[in-house]
Nanobody
Framework: QLQLVESGGGLVQPGGSLTLSCAASGFTLDNYAIGWFRQAPGKEREGVSCISSIDGDTHYADSVKGRFTISRDNAKNTVYLQMNSLKPEDTAVYYC???????????????WGQGTQVTVSS
């Protein structure tokens, strides 16, 4: 069974940091592009970042550029999202998703994790 599992979310103060993990099972993660998305209640799903399976190319939403870093560890079959300088507006459920290549449309991603909650609050 193909599965993605996010972890690492939690409560953090503004300006703090968290590292999210996306662990793959049932398939080899390095054959896929992995995207991070987030969704707050009442808001549409927002693309955050993506790392390509082919060339390691990375993409970031303007709202997180300079603060978030996506990376992969193929030996651990895991993709990470390092989040620094967190802001209250970063509060959301964060999801990772797999596709053949990085895509603009989240509906074109094939597999999704269950999500992990990130709350940024004093």
């Amino acid at each position: 069974q193909l599965q993605l599992v996010e972890s690492g979310g939690g409560l953090v103060q503004p300006g703090g940091s968290l590292t999210l993990s996306c662990a793959a099972s049932g398939f080899t993660l390095d054959n896929y592009a992995i995207g991070w998305f987030r969704q707050a209640p009442g808001k549409e799903r927002e693309g955050v970042s993506c790392i390509s399976s082919i060339d390691g190319d990375t993409h970031y939403a303007d709202s997180v550029k300079g603060r978030f870093t996506i990376s992969r560890d193929n030996a651990k079959n895991t993709v990470y999202l390092q989040m620094n300088s967190l802001k209250p507006e970063d509060t959301a459920v964060y999801y990772c998703a797999a596709a053949a290549t990085c895509r603009v449309n989240p509906h074109e991603y094939d597999y999704w994790g269950q999500g992990t909650q990130v709350t940024v609050s004093s």
